[in-house]
């Protein structure tokens, strides 16, 4: 079964730090593109960060500056380093992997409070 599962999500005041961590069961090495996106109540889910196979990474103009997207191909997990957190910034955390296919975590609950 193909098995995503972040994880480090909490409650943090503004100015604070969190790292999720997405462990996943699949070879993140032959996959095209991984990734976060978050979504809050009453909005769209959107796209945090990712990384792609050529190499490149993009990041929301959001959490540009302040978020760091990594993976590890040996471990296959997929890190978000976050840093100064806003309250904005509070939303459900999932973990995404495609090509070939698309896979979701479950999802990891950040609150930051003012």
């Known amino acids: 079964q193909v098995q995503l599962v972040e994880s480090g999500g909490g409650f943090v005041q503004a100015g604070g730090s969190l790292r999720l961590s997405c462990a996943t069961s699949i070879r993140l090495f032959s996959r095209n593109a991984m990734g976060w996106y978050r979504q809050a109540p009453g909005k769209q889910r959107e796209l945090v960060a990712a990384?792609?196979?050529?190499?490149?990474?993009a990041y929301a103009d959001s959490v540009r500056g302040r978020f760091t997207i990594s993976g590890d191909n040996a471990k296959n997990t997929i890190d978000l380093q976050m840093n100064s957190l806003k309250p904005e910034d509070t939303a459900v955390y999932y973990c995404?992997?495609?090509?070939?296919?698309?896979?979701w975590g479950q999802g990891t609950q950040v609150t930051v409070s003012s």
């Open positions: 995404n992997v495609r090509g070939p296919g698309e896979f």
């Open positions: 990384m792609y196979r050529s190499g490149g990474k």
